[in-house]
């Protein structure tokens, strides 16, 4: 069984910051890409970042320049950051984190956190 937990989320004015991390825990073999998804009210969700074992990052257009994702380099420490940086009010949504597990050398799912609420209002 694989975990997922978010932690960070809370209320912003416009141009703030936020700073959300995402532990991974249970028995897995390793992770191979980790990163943030949001949904908006009525909207689908979306892409905001990944990060892969290997450290390569991509980013959603609306959100490049103004957040970043990392990881925990340590070994088998599976956590995650996105720092988010001159929020704006369209950033507000459900943020959740995303990893592709692999449960054995040979398998691999996706797992997904329960979502942390971001809101950006003045």
């Known amino acids: 069984q694989v975990h997922l937990v978010e932690s960070g989320g809370g209320l912003v004015q416009p141009g703030g910051s936020l700073r959300l991390s995402c532990a991974a825990s249970?028995?897995?073999?390793?992770?191979?890409?980790m990163g943030w998804y949001r949904q908006a009210p009525g909207k689908e969700r979306e892409l905001v970042a990944v990060?892969?074992?290997?450290?390569?990052?991509?980013?959603a257009d609306s959100v490049k320049g103004r957040f970043t994702i990392s990881r925990d380099n340590a070994k088998n420490a599976w956590t995650w950051y996105l720092q988010m940086n001159s929020l704006k009010p369209e950033d507000t949504a459900v943020y959740y984190c995303?990893?592709?597990?692999?449960?054995?050398?040979?398998?691999?799912?996706?797992?997904w956190g329960p979502g942390t609420q971001v809101t950006v209002s003045s």
């Open positions: 995303n990893a592709d597990v692999f449960v054995r050398s040979y398998q691999n799912y996706p797992y």
């Open positions: 990060i892969t074992s290997g450290g390569g990052t991509n980013y």
């Open positions: 249970g028995s897995f073999f390793s992770i191979r890409a």
